[in-house]
């Protein structure tokens, strides 16, 4: 039997699922019998089922086995924007530049969300991106020294902090959230807008296990629109 790849055995247990072999809410075989039915390595089905359970339609417990969910969830598909390729794919002209860029203690209330010490310090950057000259967003971003000691002599007048932390540092897990608000003053000055005018803004947190990476807001300016997929 030729030896199948952890993405082959994801498809071949995703159809499984979706004929109804496996219907909703049935407990599947565990990862060495279907190491021995695919010809693979248990780490190979293990990355497979570990797949599917991110993508909600398997739920796995240590001591329970694995079932299929009883009410499979779509999940939309958010890969990291890079705000350059944004840019680019509207046809317009990208550039980038560096407002702020130094090591401050962050407020109290970003610092517990970020699992800081009272009193360390970040690297705190504010960039902006421009579309044919004119402003597109406006970012503000904090940076774990500890995590990313590098970000200090990356070359970020050269590329922007978003686009080299998203090639550069890997990350576990995130968060991030999406809402609509009123530009204030020193936003709308940034992305040189009106005071008060509608605005959608991004705020994301990344990790890496239990160590953050970085805090990033994006101020898009106003008629942005975010497209993902289902």
Same mark, same amino acid.
């Given at each position: ?38 010809? /693979? ?27 299929? /969910?009883?009410?499979? *969830? ?18 317009? !002209?990208?550039?980038? !530049? *560096? ?43 904090? *940076? ?14 050269? =590329? ?38 509608? =605005? ?15 805090? *990033? ?11 993902? !997929?289902?």
């Amino acid at each position: 039997m030729i030896k199948k790849s952890h993405h082959t055995v994801r498809q071949s247990i995703q159809q499984r699922i979706e004929t109804g072999e496996w219907p909703l809410g049935a407990l599947i075989p565990g990862e060495i019998v279907l190491a021995a039915e695919y010809g /693979c390595a248990r780490t190979t089905i293990n990355r497979a089922l570990q797949a599917l359970a991110d993508a909600g339609m398997l739920i796995r417990k240590r001591k329970g086995g694995t079932r299929v /969910c009883s009410m499979p *969830v779509r999940l939309a598909k958010f890969a990291i924007p890079i705000v350059r390729e944004q840019v680019e794919a509207t046809g317009c !002209q990208y550039k980038h !530049q *560096v407002v702020v860029n130094i090591l401050k203690v962050p407020e109290k209330e970003i610092a517990a969300g970020l699992n800081l010490a009272s009193g360390e310090k970040a690297n705190y950057l504010e960039t902006l991106h421009f579309a044919n000259g004119k402003p597109f967003a406006f970012e503000q971003r904090w *940076v774990n020294l500890k995590a990313v000691p590098t970000i200090l002599t990356a070359p970020l007048h050269e =590329i922007s902090a978003n686009e080299w932390l998203v090639k550069t540092v890997p990350f576990s897990s995130g968060d991030v959230v999406f809402y609509a608000t009123n530009a204030e003053q020193r936003i709308a000055d940034a992305i040189e807008t009106t005071l008060g005018t509608a =605005i959608f803004v991004s705020d994301r947190t990344t990790w890496f296990k239990e160590e953050f990476i970085t805090k *990033v807001k994006l101020y898009y300016q106003a008629g942005f629109q975010l497209y993902t !997929q289902l």
